[in-house]
Nanobody, 113 residues
Framework: IHLVQSGAELRNPGASVKVSCKTSGYTFTNYYIFWVRQAPGQGLEGMGRIDPEDGGTWYAQKFRGRVTFTADTSTNTAYVDLISLRSEDTAVYYC???????WGQGTQVTVSS
């Protein structure tokens, strides 16, 4: 099982960003995709998850309204969209699946003017 994420992003405050997570090596619809981030000097923070089988989502309270998870079953790719970016969103964003047994390599998102 492999999860390959898109490259680093630099955004201005107020902008939006979309990070992708392309999966392979298993049946995409069999497992949830979780999204987690880690800000500089901080621990891992769960953002929520998507069920690729039916598109059902769950978001951690602090991200509701600013984050959207999607999953494209034609390309076995999951996405996270984050809008209204602020400096506190600067972090490495990770996707994970298989009950967190398998992780992407992480995507650095930097929000700075």
């Amino acid at each position: 099982i492999h999860l390959v994420q898109s490259g680093a992003e630099l955004r201005n405050p107020g902008a939006s960003v979309k990070v992708s997570c392309k999966t392979s090596g298993y049946t995409f619809t069999n497992y949830y995709i979780f999204w987690v981030r880690q800000a500089p000097g901080q621990g891992l923070e769960g953002m929520g998850r998507i069920d690729p089988e039916d598109g059902g989502t769950w978001y951690a309270q602090k991200f509701r309204g600013r984050v959207t998870f999607t999953a494209d079953t034609s390309t076995n790719t999951a996405y996270v969209d984050l809008i209204s970016l602020r400096s506190e969103d600067t972090a490495v964003y990770y996707c994970a699946t298989g009950g967190f047994a398998f992780w992407g390599q992480g995507t650095q998102v930097t929000v700075s003017s």
